[in-house]
T-cell receptor, first 115, second 113 residues
């Protein structure tokens, strides 16, 4: 079974530039998550999708972050403009939603560095 | 008080030792519990779910104590390859019946030769 696929693996940009990350979840998983993880911290949820609906985006900084999951499969997360504090690893995860007791499977993450 | 708390460690143990981590959670209505393992600069990977009756997978044993609101992970006969950060994850349902996963900050384990 193919896992969660993310790209790019690494991204280096200057502050104030836009950046986008892409995620392809495990086939059949209707729940998709975007997390941000800083060094030495646990993952912090940014947004959760059930199919194409964003059901929890309370932690997403909406002034500069946006996400979409058209057709309820692939998802993109965008930052515009990027700030120095956005340097982190951005993780995408998916689960076979249902009751919510299903564990999450993570992609390799995108390591973002802002110069 | 944080919703999920873990001792950050690091725990330094020799090969073959038995080591245990605890994780406390604040919401008595928490639904599900997981242990994830994260290697340096890698993504978290599910180690095991934690069931009410406790569960074992090889050298790993997970237990849940609802009365005291903690879960534990026991690693027996530790190997060098067990060196990683172990993340505790708790699933909560809020008033709107929306589920939310709360992640601990992780406990760092270093197994030494």
């Amino acid at each position: 079974e193919a896992g969660v696929v993310q790209s790019p693996r690494y991204k280096i940009i200057e502050k104030k530039q836009p950046v986008a990350f892409w995620c392809n979840p495990i086939s059949g998983h209707n729940t998709l998550y975007w997390y941000r993880q800083n060094l030495g911290q646990g993952p912090e949820l940014l947004i959760r999708y059930e199919n194409e609906e964003a059901v929890d985006d309370s932690q997403l900084p909406k002034d500069r972050f946006s996400a979409e999951r058209l057709k309820g499969v692939d998802s993109t997360l965008k930052i515009q403009p990027a700030e120095l504090g956005d340097s982190a690893v951005y993780l995408c995860a998916s689960s076979d939603g249902g009751s919510g007791n299903q564990p999450q499977h993570f992609g390799d993450g995108t390591r973002l560095s802002i110069l | 008080r944080k919703e999920v708390e873990q001792d950050p460690g690091p725990f330094n143990v020799p090969e073959g030792a038995t080591v245990a981590f605890n994780c406390t959670y604040s919401n008595s209505a928490s639904q599900s519990f997981f242990w994830y393992r994260q290697d340096c600069r890698k993504e978290p990977k599910l180690l095991m779910s934690v069931y009410s009756s406790g569960n074992e997978d090889g050298r790993f044993t997970a237990q849940l104590n609802r009365a005291s609101q903690y879960i534990s992970l026991l690693i027996r006969d530790s190997k060098l390859s067990d060196s990683a950060t172990y993340l505790c994850v708790v699933l909560n349902l809020n008033a709107g019946n929306n589920r939310k996963l709360i992640w601990g900050l992780g406990t760092s384990l270093a197994v030494n030769p």
